[in-house]
């Protein structure tokens, strides 16, 4: 399996542990049926928060519980079968121990999560990013260094989760506005008028036409954000600003389910004075549109870091 934790960070500063009780969920971040199991085995112990389960599952699998991987890892958290029969716990305690069901694996995903950290706990630094490290690395190595070592790859991998766990968490401070989002409506705008097609990504071969992800992928691809290609992962691409903070270039998303971010099924650009520049439907052009409704669900404040940080395989 690949294990993925991390850091939270609030206002600059890592926040592991000692905070992890207090981490809220963002929004419909993670799916209902899980948002329970999440938020009680993200306190499991100091290392690890709700918001970094979270992450965790989204990379491994989507919060598929039916996830196969060509490496046969299985599941919502992606264990293979010799880490499983070692590291499974009996989370939901009826009596066996079962990959593929939810109940049974995200506790087991905390419970190896917390078991990398008592490695590397008398390590100095942050336990969350040295327990990170140490699944990328070996615990060796970070003992050997005395905390994250200089490998490239390793920093990288602790940055990337990081970023994603950030997605994962309600903000308890104001979020930054994206240097790009400024470019990112301007493209929008230079697209008003053309009109919708489903699966539309802007091609000549499609008339440079497009459907509401493809725009939102467009729009900032041109200021050099890749965007993953549907909406629901595009939600993860960033923080999340409440609806009183929207600033101009948010993403804002619309869902049948409330209480789901994998529910969504429409995303557009936000241009302030409560409208957005989007790709409504077959039919239609691109055009302005309010955006409070019966099922608007969020906004995203999108970064270069989070849209880097957003797994490829979900």
Not at 180 to 186: D, L, P, R, V
Not at 259 to 279: E, F, K, P, Q, W
Request: glycine share 14%; aromatic share 10%; proline share 7%.
């Amino acid at each position: 399996m690949l294990l993925v934790v991390g850091v939270y960070i609030v206002a600059g500063n890592l926040a592991g542990g000692a905070a992890g009780g207090g981490v809220g969920l963002a929004k419909g971040a993670v799916p209902a049926a899980y948002q329970t199991l999440v938020q009680k085995w993200g306190t499991l112990c100091p290392a690890i928060n709700p918001a970094l389960l979270a992450a965790q599952l989204y990379q491994e699998s989507g919060f598929n519980p039916g996830a196969r991987s060509p490496a046969k890892a299985q599941g919502i958290a992606q264990f293979i079968p010799g880490t499983w029969a070692t590291h499974g716990v009996d989370g939901d305690g009826d009596g066996d121990r079962d990959v593929w069901d939810p109940d049974d694996a995200i506790p087991s995903a905390a419970s190896y999560d917390c078991e990398l950290a008592k490695y590397v706990r008398d390590v100095p630094g942050d336990v969350s990013a040295n327990m990170l490290a140490a699944y990328n690395a070996g615990a060796y190595a970070v003992i050997r260094y005395g905390g994250v070592p200089p490998y490239r790859e390793t920093r990288n991998y602790v940055k990337t989760i990081t970023t994603l766990a950030k997605s994962f968490a309600a903000p308890v401070a104001r979020v930054d506005p994206s240097r790009q989002a400024a470019g990112a409506i301007a493209y929008a705008q230079s697209k008003l008028g053309t009109p919708y097609l489903w699966g539309g990504t802007g091609t000549a071969a499609q008339s440079g036409r497009f459907d509401c992800s493809g725009l939102t992928q467009a729009s900032y691809d041109k200021v050099g954000i890749k965007l993953p290609r549907v909406a629901n992962d595009q939600y993860n691409a960033g923080p999340h600003p409440a609806r009183n903070e929207l600033l101009p270039g948010d993403l804002v998303f619309f869902s049948h389910d409330p209480t789901d971010s994998r529910a969504i099924h429409h995303v557009g650009i936000y241009v302030g004075g409560g409208y957005m520049i989007d790709a409504p439907r077959t039919g239609a052009v691109i055009r302005f549109d309010p955006i409070d409704g019966g099922d608007y669900f969020g906004a995203t404040r999108v970064t270069e870091d989070g849209a880097k940080a957003l797994p490829t395989h979900v």
